[in-house]
């Protein structure tokens, strides 16, 4: 008996595909497909040219967003010659300063579409090395963070400089590594070591120890200038036994105060050259038995965020890291911006040169010499005439390299720029050294616990008890 087997048809199980469709990352010709407009519309809107209608731009914006199209910045890097990346270079990351530097530069580079690379020093060869490395072409952008040109070989920097050309944006932030063509952004560190000595002047104090930088640091003269400015203003002598140099650390802010304290010098306050220095301070003194601020007053400089939290929490100056952070990724950027803008930009046609056979009416006027009438000028005349006119008034694509809408310092006029912000309520102020564009910030006073007047009981004497 035969028996006929019907194939396919066992309903028992069910047989499906168990292949999953691979994930295809949206395209331009998706982008174009939903926004119902041409590839060509697409691009031209992506690179802000000024050849499209807001009605393609929106459509183009909304396309982007729902198809969450990402264009490929390495391949349109190339065509661009540009990367959308800042480099920011660093000499020491465990710094407690520098973070808060580098998260508000990395913030402001991001709301712009702009990533970050971040070095870190280790040496002078090793800065000379990221100089190379970063302007190879790798980044748009240079910001050096805490980096001094006394720290740093300057034969070799300026032999390096070359190679970067002139399509990098170079910022030097906080401290002045004196990068030919760089923005130099820092705190006026004078005015501000002057301003927290005048307070503790203020407060009775006569005597007091000043623990500075390193002497390769532009910043330990300016701070130490602003701890002698205070006292001669007050009459005071400036003893040089009461002034050491540090290296900035908490170890030698705790040695150089154990070294006073073993010495005998006679002081009422500490003024360190940088939080760090002022907290290894503080744990000198309570090593000797010695009460803050009843015994000995502290301040530093810096605000840095553990100076709150230290018991007692330190008087200090403040900097605004966040807003000087941003300033430097929005001065570095703009330079892109201008760069880029003057790369791609189209030469305007020159004017005709109008013959020697042309002569003037007596209104000034330009007049044809074959039919009498005034010469018109034709349009690229007019459009050459009015070329700085329109350099003024350009403005850039108003949605990133992501495709994302925004309003920022380069689309219609500096609208959040911090800078502008700081400028005009004057957090800073803006001036040119040899032709290098400088912004300086103001430091603010912050009392905290550290700090109170001189006690009733007088200062330390040499043998370390009470007057």
């Known amino acids: 008996m035969q028996t006929e087997v019907e194939i396919g048809t066992n309903t028992d199980t069910e047989i499906t595909d168990t292949k ?49 199209y990402k264009p490929h910045l390495a391949a349109r890097g190339l065509v661009k010659r540009r990367t959308w990346l800042l480099g920011i270079i660093v000499p020491d990351i465990s710094n407690p300063f520098f973070p808060g530097l580098i998260k508000a530069i990395q913030y402001r580079a991001e709301q712009e579409g702009y990533g970050t690379l ?111 400015d205070a006292l001669r203003d007050a009459g005071i002598e400036v003893r040089s036994e009461l002034i050491a140099k540090g290296d900035l650390s908490e170890a030698s802010g705790y040695s150089i105060t154990n070294q006073a304290l073993s010495n005998h010098f006679r002081f009422t306050a500490i003024f360190a050259a940088n939080d760090l220095m002022a907290i290894g301070a503080m744990s000198a003194l309570r090593s000797a038995g010695l009460a803050i601020p009843q015994d000995v007053s502290v301040a530093g400089f810096d605000d840095i965020t553990i100076a709150a939290y230290v018991s007692p929490a330190l008087t200090t100056i403040h900097q605004p890291v966040a807003m000087m952070g941003a300033v430097a990724a929005e001065v570095a950027i703009s330079g892109i ?96 050294n040899n032709g290098r564009r400088v912004i300086t910030f103001r430091g603010s006073l912050v009392i905290r616990g550290s700090t109170a007047a001189v006690s009733t009981s007088g200062a330390r004497n040499t043998s370390g008890a009470r007057n």
């Open 337 to 432: 911006e201008n760069i880029h803008r003057q790369r791609t930009e189209k030469p305007l046609k020159q004017p005709p040169e109008y013959t020697d056979q042309s002569t003037i009416d007596v209104q000034g006027k330009e007049i044809n010499p074959e039919d009498g009438k005034p010469q018109v000028k034709n349009k690229d005349t007019k459009k050459a005439l009015n070329h700085d006119v329109e350099l003024g008034e350009r403005r850039y694509n108003d949605i990133d390299h992501n495709g994302t809408p925004r309003t920022s310092i380069l689309h219609g006029g500096y609208i959040d720029s911090q800078l502008k912000y700081a400028l005009s309520n004057g957090d800073a102020y803006e001036t040119s």
């Open 20 to 68: 999953q469709p691979r994930y295809s990352r949206p395209t331009i010709y998706d982008v174009a497909r939903v926004a119902g407009v041409s590839t060509a519309s697409v691009s031209r809107t992506l690179s802000g040219h000024e050849n499209v209608s807001g009605y393609v731009k929106e459509r183009v914006r909304e396309a982007i967003a729902s198809t969450g």
């Open 118 to 228: 971040l070095s870190q020093v280790i040496g002078e060869t090793h800065f000379v090395n990221q100089l190379e490395l970063l302007g190879n072409g790798r980044v748009d952008g240079i910001i050096t963070v805490g980096l001094s040109v006394n720290q740093l070989n300057t034969d070799d920097v300026s032999q390096t400089l070359p190679y970067l050309g002139d399509d990098v944006s170079l910022v030097c932030l906080d401290r002045d590594s004196a990068l030919s063509g760089s923005t130099l952004i820092a705190v006026d560190h004078r005015a501000s070591a002057r301003m927290i000595v005048s307070y503790l002047i203020s407060s009775g104090h006569r005597d007091i120890l000043y623990i500075d930088g390193p002497e390769n640091l532009d910043l330990s003269t300016q701070r130490y200038l602003g701890y002698e």
